[in-house]
Nanobody, 115 residues
Framework: QVQLVESGGGLAQPGGSLRLSCAAS????????MGWYRQAPGKQRELVAT???????NYTDSVKGRFTISRDNAKNTVYLQMNKLKFEDTAVYYC?????????WGQGTQVTVSS
């Protein structure tokens, strides 16, 4: 079955960095717009960044200049490089693949920013 598996979450200090990865299987990865979403405790899930099948990125304002989304179609993997982390970046981060009306979600990976 189609599957997205995230990895790379963990604990980081404010100002630190983490790199998330999302590996896709059993899907035509290169036609999907891939994205990262996050959900903090007590809050709704929100969009962090997306990258189109052609590699065009888009970011929510709060992460612009700090996060970078990229994809490697040969490896069926999308990445989220997170730099200059802030306390408010703490959340469960979810990988998403979207093609037309089809949406696929990963299971999520926890990112905690704490001193």
């Amino acid at each position: 079955q189609v599957q997205l598996v995230e990895s790379g979450g963990g604990l980081a200090q404010p100002g630190g960095s983490l790199r998330l990865s999302c590996a896709a299987s059993r899907m035509l990865f290169n036609i999907y717009t891939m994205g990262w979403y996050r959900q903090a405790p007590g809050k709704q899930r929100e969009l962090v960044a997306t990258v189109t099948s052609r590699g065009t990125p888009n970011y929510t304002d709060s992460v612009k200049g700090r996060f970078t989304i990229s994809r490697d179609n040969a490896k069926n993997t999308v990445y989220l490089q997170m730099n200059k982390l802030k306390f408010e970046d703490t959340a469960v981060y979810y990988c998403n693949g979207r093609f037309g009306e089809v949406g696929i979600w990963g299971q999520g990976t926890q990112v905690t920013v704490s001193s």
